[in-house]
């Protein structure tokens, strides 16, 4: 029943920016809070940031200050602003939602991410 739709992906230079979205579409839930992580190779995935269905953001402190995480609730859409772009923000971008049917159990759910890769 529900779906997610990333897009926004793609390579720049370091310096550069880039804009992520996420749409979540369905019925019979509503949205508790949204977000993005990232997993580099190798590596473990790692929040970004967050925002919950009230506006509260939350930010890894290696984006803090570069990144800025919005919603358009009436389309159930959330975005990642990305600049200042370095090579080390290098990974796969996931979108995660986290939501509640309207019989009251809560789940997770992933999208199937988009790269992001800066250059040197």
């Known amino acids: 029943q529900v779906q997610l739709v990333e897009s926004g992906g793609g390579s720049v230079q370091g310096g550069g920016s880039l804009r992520l979205s996420c749409a979540a579409s369905?019925?019979?839930?509503?949205?508790?809070?949204m977000g993005w992580y990232r997993q580099a190779p190798g590596k473990q995935r790692e929040l970004v940031a967050t925002?919950?269905?009230?506006?509260?953001?939350n930010y890894a402190d290696s984006v803090k200050d570069r990144f800025a995480i919005s919603r358009d609730n009436a389309k159930n859409t959330v975005y990642l602003q990305m600049n200042s772009l370095k090579p080390e923000d290098t990974a796969v971008y996931y979108c995660?939602?986290?939501?509640?049917?309207?019989?009251?159990?809560?789940?997770?759910?992933w999208g199937q991410g988009t790269q992001v890769t800066v250059s040197s």
């Open positions: 995660r939602l986290t939501y509640t049917t309207t019989w009251g159990a809560s789940y997770d759910y």
């Open positions: 369905g019925s019979g839930f509503s949205i508790n809070a």
């Open positions: 925002i919950t269905s009230g506006g509260t953001t």
